[in-house]
């Protein structure tokens, strides 16, 4: 695959050939495969298809919705089509680098729902069924929820494609600035009680309702991203267990994940 990231059509057909390799072989040699892509990153973990009498697994793909303007960002991604900016302006930082990668697909509006329904229609094509979606919250809102709102949910609406929410509550800063290699903060990760709780609330009315939102056993699964963060925000340890939201939330799957990235 060389130095650079796999597009999301090369992914799509490596992940489909994985796949029917699962299928054809019972065989499954990996015991995390963490493949990088235009969209994120494609997770496949062995437990997943690990029980070979299941017929029915799921292979789920990450998803980063930076790719559309976000008002925020403006003054990084300057040309009003979020990171796209970065991509069509990247340089090469080594002989060999091959720098600006271009799109197979263009560079296109992932909150435009007709593209977002191409992007479903090609996981699927090669055994991508759910898609983990990167979810933020900055000072007091949501932030890079375009994406998600207008291109991926109605998108879609009437497919066999699932998606849940990972929420991505690092704190932020400008790792997203190619223009400078200091870590200056934007926005804190953590969030008190009170604000966990609109969040929450917001989840659960705006997204876990929706009919292709992913459940085990009828329940929505839900990812939180820096368990730490969230620790600490909320104050403790036993104010995060009792924060929360347990069944009488709606859900009582959670995933937590300490971190993949040092921001």
């Given amino acids: 695959m060389g130095s650079s990231a796999p597009s999301f059509v090369d992914c ?14 019972g065989k499954f040699n990996f015991m995390r495969y963490l493949l990088y892509k235009d969209l994120r990153i494609a997770k496949i973990t062995k437990s997943a298809i690990e029980d070979l009498s299941v017929k029915k697994y799921d292979i789920a793909a990450y998803i980063w919705p930076s790719y559309h303007y976000e008002p925020r960002m403006a003054h990084v991604w300057t040309e009003e089509d ?32 007709s593209v ?4 479903t229609e090609l996981a699927l094509e090669h055994g991508v069924n759910v898609f983990i979606m990167d979810w933020y919250w900055y000072d007091d ?11 991926l949910m109605p998108a879609v609406k009437g497919t066999d494609m699932k998606f849940y929410i990972m929420w991505a509550n690092h704190d932020a800063n ?7 290699d200091d870590m200056n903060p934007y926005w804190d990760g953590g969030v008190n009680r009170e604000i966990f709780e609109k969040i929450a609330l917001r ?21 939180l991203y820096h368990l730490p963060t969230f620790i600490d925000g909320i104050g403790s340890l036993e104010d995060a267990v009792d924060a929360l939201p347990d069944e009488k939330w709606g859900y009582s799957y959670l995933e937590a994940v300490k971190s993949v990235f040092e921001y």
């Fill in 12 to 25: 799509m057909h490596f992940i489909g050939n994985l796949t029917k390799h699962v299928e054809n072989t």
């Fill in 82 to 113: 979020g990171e796209w900016t970065t991509v069509r302006n990247a340089k090469p930082k080594f002989d060999g680098h091959n720098q600006p990668r271009i799109p197979v697909l263009g560079y296109q509006d992932e909150a435009d729902p």
């Fill in 203 to 223: 989840w659960i009315k705006k997204y876990f309702t929706h009919e292709n939102y992913y459940k085990i056993d009828e329940k929505p699964v839900f990812c």
């Fill in 116 to 119: 977002m329904k191409q992007h």
């Fill in 174 to 180: 400008s790792v997203w600035d190619p223009k400078t």
């Fill in 141 to 151: 809102q949501p932030f890079l929820e375009t994406q998600f709102n207008k291109g």
